[in-house]
């Protein structure tokens, strides 16, 4: 067995399962300072203020099978003993690829709903978000962020 940690490993994430729901999961035993999904690996890290913190809420879940949206999720102790961040990480760099995707659509002429957005954009991969606003009252520009489930869907778009 690993040695007690703030991180906790978190397996069997399923695509449904969001960081909210994460959350809600370990905030009653403690503050959550950081939390890493894993997507790729149906994983996530979690890292609670304090061992203690952590010790709690694997003891209440050694007990309690803990489900999130009727999956069943197992939680350990991490090897790790703290994330760190590429905030924390002085040679980040900012221009690194994300899977975000901004979009500025210009002149629209019909209104765009998010449903439409979602028809147009995931045959290019699991868009796992869509945020729109519009820019400006009196121009009718849209602007929105998508974010798709893997950088490599990205690569496959092209706009001319």
Partial sequence: MTEPSKVIHVRNVGIEISENDLLQLFQPFGVITKLVMLRAKNQALLQMQDVPAAMNALQFYTNVQPTIRGRNVYVQFSSHQELTTMDQNPQARGDEPNRILLVTIHHMLYPITVDVLHQVFSPYGFVEKI??????????????????????SLCVIMFT
């Fill in 131 to 152: 945020v729109t606003f519009q820019k400006s009252a009196g121009q009718l520009l849209q602007v929105l962020f998508l974010c798709f489930f893997f950088f490599s």
